[in-house]
């Protein structure tokens, strides 16, 4: 069993809602990219969202797009982030690590390359925003290195597309909350909680709900409905301008605990 299905067993034999923080790996501070992503675990976080920079990003807001720019600006790259997943290994063997990105870096770096490093420095999982399920061919490569594959659904969606992502999803299936980038601030939970349940009804993995949650109400109100919640933009804007490593550990943990015990309570 992988970590992230290992992580979400657990959550529901406890009856718990996964929180899922996602944050652009190198920003604020290269240096301290390792002791962020333990911070986010001290604070609470089931699975870590790893985003890798790029520079043409399609679905992230002006967030996520700063941060890309800044940790690009300061050299980061695809093999910078397989080394702090795998220094964040030496101290932490359980938590998941997804690598959210875009395709061009992995093609770049080459898929079989790519899976093999990703694998052996511990990651669990991608995202790749640009890669549909109908083109998604060019990462089988990824998969039978035993990467999961985590797949976008969205209010868009249609039904019969629907069915054929919740019978390929792996790991957890992301439902988007609105058709937008990240980081928008318009959250129906409504229109949400009936969408999730249609999914949770056809889907083989659990669902997880991003875009749009920002702070601890609006985390708690999708707990109601859904396996987990994925927030971003909040904590990267939180994180922007952190100077050292005190600095974004308490930021981090600052931010998210309260969310941990918003999705507890």
């Keep these: 069993m992988s970590r992230i299905d290992r992580r979400f067993e657990q959550l529901k034999s406890a009856g718990r809602t996964g929180l899922i923080p996602f944050v652009t790996a190198g920003d604020p501070s290269p240096e301290h990219a390792v002791a962020l992503m333990h911070a986010l675990v001290d604070a609470g976080a089931d699975v870590i ?44 063997a359980d938590t998941p690590i997804v690598l959210m990105g875009y395709l061009n870096p992995i093609e770049i770096h080459g898929y079989v390359r790519f899976a093999q490093e990703a694998v052996q420095a511990g990651v669990d999982g991608v995202l790749v925003v640009d890669c549909p399920l109908e083109e998604s061919s060019v990462l089988q490569p990824l998969r039978h290195a035993g990467l999961q594959q985590i797949l976008l659904a969205a209010p868009t969606t249609a039904p019969s597309r629907m069915v054929q992502l919740c019978g390929s999803a792996q790991g957890f299936l992301y439902y988007v909350s609105f058709a937008g980038i990240t980081g928008a601030a318009r959250l129906s939970t409504n229109d949400i909680a009936a969408r999730v349940a249609d ?67």
Excluded: C, N, T, Y
Aim: charged share 25%; net charge neutral; proline share 5%.
């Design 49 to 92: 969202e790893l985003g890798v920079p790029f520079s043409d990003p399609m679905a992230d807001g002006p967030v996520i797009q700063h941060a890309s720019e800044r940790a690009i600006a300061k050299g980061v790259g695809l093999g910078d982030v397989l080394g702090w997943v795998s220094q964040f290994r030496q101290r932490d």
């Design 199 to 265: 999914i949770r009804a056809k889907s083989k993995a659990p669902v997880a709900v991003g875009f749009g949650v920002r702070d601890a109400q609006s985390a708690k109100a999708i707990a109601g409905f859904a396996d987990a919640v994925v927030i971003g933009s909040a904590l990267v804007e939180r994180l922007a301008g952190a100077e050292d490593v005190d600095d974004v550990v308490a930021r981090a943990k600052d931010f998210l605990a309260p969310i941990r015990k918003a999705l507890d309570a």
